[in-house]
């Protein structure tokens, strides 16, 4: 499947990264959002990926042993109450346009494999952000109340991100859960050691959970949850 858009898309989205990174930084210093972030040592065995699903083939995927550095398991979670939709309906209308609750001035979500409109397992992406980088991913699997990339050659990362959403008795929850090294040295280095790319993403994925609330036209309970499990030891790729 071919994974690069035109000549005109890729200079207009290389066009928006300098004003994407003064976007990012500005909300990123006056967010208001209350959050509880916890960052904890975890280990291979309770926070390695998932199992890829059977007759998944491994052509081309960035699974997390070919990454560089530790790897984290990351989760943000969400809780609103009021929501008009229910789980399936919320994660069938972000499945159909992930662009419709992508933070639009960091990343983009253009689909260069498969049909518009729907999410399919074997469907790919390429989220275009505010930097010389692209983000290859490909849909693994795909349930009513969920769906789940993996990384492939060229990302930043090295490994599996699910977003799902439930119907708890107390409302409707949104999360996102991932499994990642960095893809190369300077991923590793960025995130790491700088921790540039490790505050872009959070403030990314904290702002796609928002957005999501507004699209289901909830009203946020409690505290938005941002976890970190990092583990030092040997990683599973999760086959």
Do not use: C
């Not at 500005?26 to 904890?40: A, C, G, I, K, S």
């Not at 979670?77 to 229910?86: F, K, P, Y």
């Not at 346009?97 to 689909?111: G, I, Q």
């Not at 699997?141 to 490994?159: C, I, K």
């Amino acid at each position: 499947m071919a994974r690069h858009l035109g000549s005109y898309r890729r200079i207009a989205t290389a066009a928006r990264w300098p004003l994407g990174v003064a976007l990012t930084s500005w909300h990123y210093m006056w967010r208001t959002t209350p959050m509880r972030r916890r960052e904890v040592e975890g280990s291979g065995e309770r926070d390695g990926p998932p199992p890829l699903p059977e007759g998944i083939s491994t052509d081309e995927l960035q699974l997390p042993e070919a990454g560089v550095g530790p790897l984290f398991h990351r989760t943000y979670r969400l809780r609103m109450r009021h929501a008009q939709v229910s789980a399936e309906e919320i994660v069938r209308e972000i499945s159909a346009d992930l662009d419709r609750v992508a933070p639009s001035e960091l990343a983009t979500f253009n689909k260069v494999g498969g049909d518009k409109g729907e999410m399919r397992a074997g469907d790919e992406f390429v989220v275009r952000m505010p930097g010389p980088w692209d983000g290859p991913v490909r849909v693994i699997d795909v349930t009513p109340t969920s769906f789940r990339f993996v990384t492939l050659a060229g990302h930043l990362e090295a490994g599996q991100i699910e977003f799902r959403a439930a119907d708890e008795e107390d409302g409707l929850v949104f999360s996102i859960e991932s499994w990642a090294r960095s893809g190369d040295r300077l991923s590793n280095l960025l995130y790491g050691r700088l921790r540039m790319a490790k505050e872009v993403q959070l403030h990314m994925w904290t702002s796609f959970l928002e957005q999501v609330t507004e699209l289901a036209k909830g009203r946020r309970a409690g505290l938005l949850e941002s976890d970190t499990r990092r583990v030092d030891d040997e990683v599973s790729g999760g086959s």
